[in-house]
C-alpha cells in the first residue's frame, strides 16, 4: 500500500509547478545554443510553431491522462486500456527517459551549482580570466564536476522527500517569479549594448537558408524538451490536479510561459554574443561564457551575476524535479517503503550513473558514441530519440486508443471551453500531432 496521495494546494500552485518543470534548461540553458546552431531566427520561429500546435496538444493530453485517473504515469495507462497492457509501456519508457535524462541533465545542474558558488564569492567576473577558459577549467576537471554534480542530486534529494505541497510546490512559488525579473533586468541590459541590434536581428529575423531536417528535429525536440512533454512527467503531476482546474488555461498559461522565457532567453544572449563578437554556435558552454560577459559590463555586474546563477540554478531544479517526481511515483505506487527512502535510493543510483557523463569532457574524453562525446549522445538519444518516439506513442494512444468521451469530460471541465475547442484538439491529435513527428523524425533518420 503507497502513502497517501499528495495534492497541488491550489490552481497557481500546479501551473507554477507545471511552468517549472518545463522552464529550466530547456528554455534557458539549451534553446540559445540550439538557436544559434541552426540557422537563429527562422528556427525560433519554427519552435514556437511546433510548441503551439504540436507541444500545447501533447501537454494537454498528458494533463488528461494523468488528472483522469488520478495515478502516476504507469498505472495510469494500466487503467486506461486494462484490456491491452502493451501501452504501460509508454508510461515505462517515460520513467526510464526521465531517468536517462537526470544522467545528463544533473551534469549541467553541477555546473550551474558550480558557477553559483563561484558568483556568491565574487569570482566569476574576473579580467584576468577569460569566460570560455573558465568554463573549459570547470567541466574539465573530475573533482569540481562530481562536487557539483553531488551537490545538485543533493539538492534534489532533499525537496522531493518533502513531497507535493511541501517541496515542489513552495519551492516553485518563489523561485519562478524571481527568474522573471532578472530575466528583464538582463534583457534591458543586453539590448542597450553597442552592436546589440546584430544579435536581436540573429535571433528574431527568420533566414530559413540554414533550415535542415535536422534543424526541424531540434526545434520539435526543443518543443518538446522545453515543455516537459513525451516522457508523462506531467501525467504525474496533473494526477494530484483537482477537478475543478481548467486544463485549458492552464496548459495555455505553462505554454505561455515558456516561450515568453524562451524569447527573453534569446533576447539575453544573442546581443551580447554579437556585441562582443562571440560565436552564436558554441554549443553548451554558449551561456557560460555569455552571462559572465554580459554582467561585467553593468554596475554591481557581480551581485546581479550572484542573484541571476542562484535563480538559473533553482529553475534547472524545478525542472529536475518533475523528473524525479515521476519515477519516485510510480516505484511508491507498489511499494510500501518511506518516500524520503526511495528519494534517496534514486538519488544515489542517478549520480552514479551521472558519472560518465560528468567525466565525458575530462578522463573519459576519448570515449566517443558515434562520434558523439557520452554526454552528447545521451542527450541525442534523450532529446532527439526517447523524445518525438514518447510523444508519438502517447499522441497515438490519445487519440485511438482513449475513449473519446473520457477525453471530451477531462478537457472541458472546470473550463468555459467548448465544442469548438475539443474539436480542434481532437483534430490536431488525430491528424496533424502524429504526422508532424513522424514525417520530422523519419527524415532526420534517413539524413544519419
Not at 529550466?24 to 540559445?32: E, R, S, V
Not at 518563489?174 to 546589440?196: H, K, N, Q
Request: hydrophobic fraction near 55%; aromatic fraction near 14%.
Amino acid at each position: 500500500m503507497s502513502e497517501k496521495k499528495g495534492q497541488w494546494s491550489s490552481k497557481f500552485g500546479f501551473i507554477l509547478a507545471s511552468a517549472g518543470a518545463a522552464i529550466g534548461l530547456g528554455a534557458i540553458w539549451k534553446l540559445p545554443y540550439v538557436t544559434g546552431q541552426s540557422g537563429g531566427g527562422a528556427f525560433f520561429l519554427i519552435f514556437v510553431l511546433f510548441t503551439l500546435l504540436i507541444g500545447l496538444p501533447m501537454l494537454l493530453s498528458e494533463y488528461i491522462l494523468g488528472r483522469g485517473t488520478q495515478s502516476e504515469a504507469v498505472t495510469a495507462y494500466k487503467k486506461i486500456a486494462p484490456t491491452k497492457p502493451g501501452w504501460a509501456w509508454v508510461g515505462r519508457m517515460g520513467v526510464l527517459g526521465c531517468f536517462l535524462l537526470l544522467t545528463f541533465y544533473s551534469v549541467v545542474g553541477g555546473w550551474i551549482f558550480i558557477y553559483s558558488g563561484l558568483g556568491v564569492a565574487g569570482t566569476v567576473i574576473d579580467s584576468a580570466i577569460d569566460p570560455a577558459e573558465l568554463f573549459g577549467k570547470i567541466i574539465g576537471t573530475p573533482w569540481i564536476t562530481l562536487v557539483g554534480l553531488a551537490l545538485f542530486t543533493l539538492a534534489n534529494v532533499l525537496v522531493i522527500s518533502l513531497g507535493v505541497q511541501n517541496g515542489i510546490e513552495k519551492a516553485n512559488k518563489w523561485m519562478m517569479p524571481l527568474l522573471f525579473i532578472m530575466f528583464i533586468v538582463l534583457v534591458l541590459r543586453a539590448v542597450t549594448l553597442d552592436g546589440a541590434m546584430e544579435g536581436v536581428k540573429f535571433f528574431l529575423w527568420p533566414d530559413f537558408s540554414n533550415i535542415t531536417s535536422k534543424a526541424l528535429l531540434e526545434a520539435l525536440g526543443q518543443s518538446f524538451f522545453g515543455l516537459a512533454v513525451g516522457f508523462s512527467c506531467l501525467v504525474t503531476y496533473s494526477s494530484y490536479l483537482k477537478k475543478d482546474v481548467s486544463l485549458p488555461n492552464s496548459a495555455g498559461s505553462v505554454v505561455l510561459l515558456t516561450v515568453l522565457v524562451s524569447f527573453l532567453a534569446g533576447l539575453a544572449i544573442f546581443p551580447v554574443v554579437f556585441a562582443f563578437d562571440l560565436e552564436p554556435a558554441a554549443g553548451p558552454g554558449l551561456l557560460f561564457m555569455v552571462l559572465p560577459t554580459a554582467f561585467s559590463q553593468m554596475p554591481f555586474g557581480e551581485v546581479f551575476l550572484a542573484m541571476f546563477l542562484l535563480l538559473f540554478l533553482f529553475a534547472t531544479l524545478t525542472s529536475s524535479f518533475s523528473l524525479y517526481e515521476i519515477i519516485v511515483a510510480a516505484i511508491m505506487e507498489h511499494s510500501q517503503k518511506s518516500r524520503p527512502m526511495w528519494t534517496f535510493i534514486l538519488g544515489v543510483v542517478v549520480f552514479i550513473a551521472a558519472i560518465p557523463a560528468a567525466l565525458s569532457s575530462s578522463l573519459l574524453s576519448d570515449i566517443t558514441i558515434f562520434e558523439k562525446s557520452i554526454f552528447d549522445a545521451t542527450d541525442f538519444l534523450v532529446s532527439n530519440l526517447m523524445l518525438p518516439l514518447g510523444n508519438f506513442f502517447i499522441a497515438i494512444f490519445i487519440a485511438y486508443v482513449v475513449d473519446k468521451e473520457f477525453v471530451k469530460r477531462e478537457l472541458l471541465m472546470g473550463s468555459q471551453m467548448g465544442q469548438g475547442y475539443y474539436s480542434t484538439y481532437r483534430v490536431l491529435m488525430l491528424v496533424v500531432v502524429p504526422i508532424v513527428i513522424l514525417v520530422v523524425f523519419v527524415n532526420m533518420l534517413l539524413q544519419y
